[in-house]
């Protein structure tokens, strides 16, 4: 089935540092791949996506690339900084061709970041 | 428009009592979704509809859930006889079509 695994937290970083969330997923075909940020006290909030493999997602400083050749869609930031500490989401919609749903998101478990000043 | 809305934000009820729970969402969206997400996961996936037409539900919706959307605009979600296992984050999010997902804040349950 459909799953996707993202490393475990908590990550603690210090402003300024380079920051990579790795996450793996398993799906049939080209799945949609989605992060999603979760600052404290708030709703989910799209932060990048890619719909293809070899797709870049952007968004805030933030990148990741669709790597169909290793399942994998990692955040990646250059330069942290402490507004940033939140949790992250990997998530995936599955590829309607194979059978995927269209309603459903699959995501990891999170991972927590925090920055410090 | 202000995205998606969710009411109330937090809700402790008795075991054994109904609640319900009510999702807004974006105006233009015709796809709506019910999550629920217990602590230290991510929100795994209930319910949606397209309009008001409810096309999927997960195995995790027993039969004590159930969700509506009578007009195809705001949708209810109501759990009946609350079990403490019911204690979650429920959240909603909608979409047009099968595009990206927004969400709303969620409504924090905790059943005592």
């Known amino acids: 089935g459909n799953s996707v695994t993202q490393m475990e937290g908590p990550v603690t970083l210090s402003e300024e540092a380079f920051l990579t969330i790795n996450c793996t997923y398993t799906a049939t075909g080209y799945p949609s791949l989605f992060w999603y940020v979760q600052y404290p006290g708030e709703g989910l909030q799209l932060l990048l996506k890619?719909?293809?493999?070899?797709d870049k997602g952007s968004n805030k400083g933030f990148e990741a690339t669709y790597r169909k050749e290793t399942t994998s869609f990692h955040l990646e930031k250059g330069s942290v900084q402490v507004s940033d500490s939140a949790v992250y989401f990997c998530?995936?919609?599955?590829?309607?061709?194979?059978?995927?749903?269209?309603?459903?998101?699959?995501f990891g478990k999170g991972t927590k970041l925090s920055v410090k000043p | 428009d202000t995205g998606v809305s969710q009411d109330p934000r937090h809700k402790i009820t008795k075991r054994g009592q109904n609640v319900t729970f009510r999702c807004d969402p974006i105006s233009e969206h015709n796809r709506l979704y019910w999550y629920r997400q217990t602590l230290g996961q991510g929100p795994e996936f209930l319910t949606y509809?397209?309009?008001?037409?409810?096309?999927?539900k997960s195995r995790l919706l027993s039969d004590r859930f159930s969700a509506e959307r009578p007009k195809g605009s705001f949708s209810t979600l109501e759990i009946q006889r609350t079990e403490q296992g019911d204690s979650a984050m429920y959240l909603c999010?909608?979409?047009?079509?099968?595009?990206?997902?927004?969400f709303g804040p969620g409504t924090r349950l905790t059943v005592l």
């Open positions: 890619a719909t293809k493999a070899d």
């Open positions: 509809f397209q309009n008001e037409a409810q096309l999927e």
């Open positions: 999010a909608s979409s047009f079509d099968g595009d990206t997902q927004y």
């Open positions: 998530a995936l919609s599955p590829d309607m061709n194979y059978g995927g749903s269209q309603g459903n998101l699959i």
